[in-house]
């Protein structure tokens, strides 16, 4: 089949939970078109080489801001969204015609259907999340969500139907019909490896400046309060740099490979709360402190999720106590998933009729 791939580029998270889709989409012959742009791009292409098509896809505004909360960019921002993904679905649906496409999946990009082949969304916030969870407001999002998502064939939801990670964000729906609503299970480009846990704490320092700088100056001045082996990514790409004081070795970031086994290595994950990396904490079954970034709503929401289902202990950035945080998230349960990312691509393929089974 010639299947088009398509992507949201806000973050890394949708390329690297994607990439087991389209491995897999890969290995079984089928012919893979992937349409993104950005860093998410780039990714994909050192990931899967000439295995794939890729096409620079519409490129959506972002509505992050070092200025303003996630919430008000947003509706700064939907006016241009709202063209960009109706510019888009212009592009795709000549795609569709001219490339003899057989199958859509898009994740996260609600531009990327068409009417003349099967649709398929992987998305896993059917809900925005409102500040103060302001309950008109999360109506008027969920609906106008369902307005633009009901163009799918099927919303496929990277979570569990029961005892979620995501919570709110894409249960407990208002407006979408269960039968159109698909929970297949976690997505995750990570693989636990039967390896040492030598490395107590392993701190991802990343997200948009400056609050990423600012989490930078909070965390590393408190280190030298820790006992055992410490290591710290910085989220800083460009030129590599590894430097080691005392028992702390500081890398300015991780390439996949090297990030991969230093989280298998670890006892302990101390990174932001995106959904991406909660899945892959999951996925090789860690226990993690988050510190969600200030002002994202989103990463606000799944943090305090987490800790009042007794998951993940959660801190704002603000409050940071290394210490003493890092002893209260040991008394955290972590999350033991009914079953991993292998079994979550065999239930998408079922879902989109593409499974052997």
Not at 73 to 86: E, Q
Not at 182 to 194: A, T
Not at 209 to 233: D, F
Not at 300 to 326: C, E, P, V, W
Request: glycine share 6%; net charge neutral.
């Amino acid at each position: 089949m010639k299947i088009f791939y398509s992507l949201c580029s806000w973050g890394l998270g949708h390329a690297t939970r994607s990439l087991p889709v389209i491995r897999r989409l890969v290995d079984e012959s089928n012919e893979v078109i992937v349409y993104t742009d950005g860093r998410s791009l780039a990714l994909l292409k050192s990931e899967l080489h000439n295995n794939c098509e890729f096409i620079n896809s519409t490129e959506y505004p972002s509505p992050f801001s070092e200025k303003i909360g996630f919430a008000l960019r947003f509706l700064k921002t939907a006016p241009a969204i709202l063209n960009a993904i109706k510019q888009e679905n212009i592009e795709v649906t000549n795609l569709v015609k001219e490339r003899k496409i057989d199958l859509i999946i898009s994740d996260s990009r609600f531009g990327s259907y068409s009417n003349d082949v099967p649709s398929y969304l992987i998305f896993h916030q059917p809900r925005f999340i409102a500040p103060f969870r302001i309950l008109p407001a999360e109506i008027i999002t969920e609906y106008l969500n369902h307005f633009l998502l009901n163009k799918f064939n099927k919303i496929i939801i990277p979570d569990y139907e029961n005892n979620s990670l995501s919570g709110d964000l894409s249960h407990n729906l208002r407006y979408f019909n269960s039968d159109k609503v698909k929970y297949i299970g976690i997505l995750s480009d990570f693989e636990q490896i039967d390896i040492k846990e030598d490395i107590d704490y392993l701190f991802s320092i990343s997200g948009p400046e400056p609050t990423r700088t600012i989490l930078e100056n909070q965390i590393l001045p408190q280190l030298k309060y820790l006992k055992g082996n410490i290591a710290v990514s910085l989220g800083k790409p460009g030129e590599y740099k590894k430097e080691t004081y005392g028992n702390t070795v500081i890398y300015s970031f991780l390439e996949k490979k090297r990030r991969d086994e230093l989280m298998n290595r670890s006892k302990m994950v101390i990174s932001r709360s995106g959904y991406t990396t909660i899945m892959d904490v999951a996925e090789i079954g860690k226990k993690a402190f988050f510190i969600p970034t200030p002002g994202q709503t989103e990463q606000l929401y799944l943090a305090h999720h987490l800790k009042k289902t007794g998951k993940f202990f959660s801190q704002k950035q603000r409050n940071i106590d290394i210490n003493q945080d890092l002893e209260t998230a040991k008394n955290y349960l972590g999350f033991a998933p009914p079953w991993k990312t292998d079994e979550s691509v065999e239930n998408l393929f079922r879902e989109i009729g593409m499974s052997h089974n």
